[in-house]
């Protein structure tokens, strides 16, 4: 069974500060995919990232960045000099290689004050 | 262009009372899922259509819930009986096809209150 773990379930911080969300998974396969996704407000998931298994390369998306350290099965998410809009609910997510069925972990709600 | 559409955006019900919900995907996607989410969870999958199959029901509780997708396109989510464990958002997604290299996009959901 695939679990994803995400043990903190809210975050205050101020504008410009660093924002670091946990993730953590389980699962049995060698070949999965990670995913975090975006939940403002309005309701509608964005998505943000994937990742498979198999490339454990850090990614920087402009203000985003992500590690993923497979040796601990973590893959956590981090917002760099955060803004007011990035105040959302924040999801990681695990898949399958064969279909694209997704395993959510419990958010983090992410406040970000100005 | 559009995204996925969900109608209405908000349900107010007393148990017991049969609902229905809509999903109109993006154009072109194949695959549709419903989802349900609960305060404060994640969401979690009810039911995955390719075109108008369902290939994926295996946590819809079949016993009050249903779902179609005669076209292949629209589809429409329907709770009958519904009881009050049933409030919580239930969003719509869609994708070109099931595979887990095509994004799914989500609708703005559909948030259920059962008096």
């Known amino acids: 069974a695939q679990k994803v773990t995400q043990a903190q379930t809210e975050i205050s911080v101020v504008e410009k500060e660093d924002v670091t969300l946990d993730c953590v998974y389980e699962t049995r396969d060698t070949t999965y995919y990670l995913f975090w996704y975006k939940q403002p407000p309005s309701g509608e998931l964005v998505f943000l990232i994937r990742r498979n298994s198999f490339d454990e390369q850090n990614e920087i998306s402009g203000r985003y960045s992500w590690n993923f350290q497979k040796s601990t099965s973590s893959f956590n998410f981090t917002i760099t000099a955060s803004q007011v809009v990035d105040s959302a609910v924040y999801f990681c997510a695990l898949a399958k290689a064969a279909g694209n069925k997704l395993t959510f972990g419990g958010g983090t709600r992410v406040l970000v004050k100005p | 262009e559009a995204g996925v559409v969900q109608s209405p955006r908000y349900k107010i019900i007393e148990k017991k009372q049969p609902v229905a919900f809509w999903c109109n995907p993006i154009?072109?996607?194949?695959?549709l899922y419903w989802y349900l989410q609960n305060l404060g969870q994640g969401p979690e999958l009810l039911i995955r259509y390719e075109n108008e199959e369902a290939v994926d029901d295996s946590q819809l509780p079949k016993d009050r819930f249903s779902a179609e997708r005669l076209k292949g396109v629209d589809s429409t989510l329907k709770i009958q009986p519904a009881e009050l464990g049933d409030s919580a958002v239930y969003l719509c997604?869609?994708?070109?096809?099931?595979?887990?290299?095509?994004?799914?996009?989500f609708g703005p959901g559909t948030r259920l209150t059962v008096l």
């Open positions: 154009s072109g996607h194949n695959t």
């Open positions: 997604a869609s994708s070109l096809d099931g595979s887990v290299y095509n994004e799914q996009f």
